[in-house]
């Protein structure tokens, strides 16, 4: 099968004869003699394609065949295939990011990619490193900056193991004829199979947006090209935004924030402790009430909250329904009758709620679906458990 994707990423269209054909799992399978739809693989994901407008649903490959997955019977031997470009032009971005990316930081730590993953917002390499500081980013950053501007010409061409640009190779190659190497002109030589910009000019800018530990080494999250664009435009519309929340130069949000932040944690703090003592006053007013059953309704309270104030209830004899529907749909139904076991009837008492729960046969918690019935479990609660 012809590969036209290797020869030229930019063919949007292609009329072609279909080789193979054959039906599996609800969808027809087609081989075609040539294809401009890359399948999927070395951390790319498949273009987006189309077989007369029928979208492509599955690809499957066999060797050197693939078959491309529709949910229409081709009943005709010619085809058209397309593809989203818009969809691969990105791809050819990030992969050819990745490549730059990955021998600058081989050139300056000497640290091997040791994964590669295309994503829906960003793509990621995990590297051979324990630890990147945010200056050595910003190094990394600028020198792609750099060979981005001198606008180096992208090549493709195949060699084998015998070839003398082998010693020039980032890593070594899975295969020792045939292999296709994708050249950053005189400054990168990688063994690849994915598509790529004919130039570095194209990829217009890369930017690592975060980085975390994996298995003792780093994975580094960047955009390039068109996402880092969409990214720059999103944070400075997000960074503006709360300029004029804030009412502060751009240079002092991160400090007004922290601040901010101090302060509301100072002010939770001190409002959970007025709290705490408005339920103790509660819970001494209740265990002095001749009523035994107990109906109460928290809202933005923590869960261990309501739990103290259950096994006050409890310990005081009373039985109890105590309830929160924010932040969490949240109940406990509990009782200090020893011949009532609640754990038998978990599973009535919460369905009553579109809920689910469970616990002790004297206490029993779990979350709620609906709210619209608590009259009605509470009436359940008095007449069929005696509360």
């Known amino acids: 099968m012809k590969k036209l994707y290797h020869e030229n990423p930019y063919i949007k269209e292609l009329d072609t004869i279909v080789k193979e054909q054959y039906n599996e799992n609800n969808l027809t399978y087609i081989i075609p003699e040539e294809t401009i739809i890359y399948p999927e693989g070395g951390g790319q994901p498949s273009d987006k394609g189309y077989i007369n407008d029928n979208e492509i649903i599955d690809i499957k490959i066999d060797n050197d065949k693939i078959a491309y997955g529709v949910n229409s019977n081709i009943k005709k031997n010619s085809i058209r295939m397309s593809i989203d470009f818009e969809k691969r032009y990105d791809h050819m971005q990030q992969h050819t990011g990745q490549h730059l990316l990955s021998e600058i930081i081989m050139r300056k730590f000497n640290a091997q990619t040791l994964s590669f993953s295309i994503g829906e917002k960003h793509s990621s390499i995990e590297i051979g490193l324990k630890s990147l500081s945010e200056e050595s980013i910003r190094e990394i950053e600028k020198d792609c900056f750099n060979i981005i501007l001198e606008n180096r010409k992208i090549k493709t061409y195949i060699i084998d193991d015998k ?43 890369l930017k690592i947006i975060k980085t975390d530990k994996v298995r003792g080494n780093i994975r580094l999250y960047y955009v390039a090209g068109n996402r880092a664009l969409k990214d720059y435009q999103n944070k400075n519309t997000i960074v503006n935004d709360i300029q004029k929340e804030l009412g502060k130069q751009i240079d002092k949000i991160a400090d007004t924030v922290k601040k901010y932040k101090t302060e509301n944690e100072r002010l939770r703090k001190e409002l959970k402790h007025y709290k705490k003592i408005e339920m103790d006053k509660d819970i001494e007013e209740m265990k002095n009430s001749t009523d035994n059953f107990i109906v109460r309704e928290f809202n933005d309270f923590d869960i261990k909250d309501i739990k103290y104030f259950a096994k006050n209830m409890v310990g005081a004899g009373k039985n109890l329904l105590v309830y929160s529907k924010s932040p969490k749909q949240y109940m406990i139904v509990a009782t200090s009758n020893n011949d009532i076991d609640l754990r038998k009837r978990s599973q009535e008492i919460f369905s009553i709620l579109k809920g689910r729960g469970g ?18 479990l509470t009436e359940y609660l008095k007449n069929t458990l005696n509360f």
């Open 163 to 205: 070839d003398p640009v082998m010693d020039k190779l980032r890593k070594p190659p899975k295969v020792q004829n045939n292999i296709r190497i994708i050249e950053i002109d005189d400054f990168d030589y990688s063994a690849c199979g994915g598509t790529h910009l004919k130039s570095t000019g194209e990829l217009g800018l």
């Open 359 to 376: 616990g002790r046969n004297d206490f029993i918690e779990g979350t709620v679906g609906d709210f619209s019935k608590i009259a009605e």
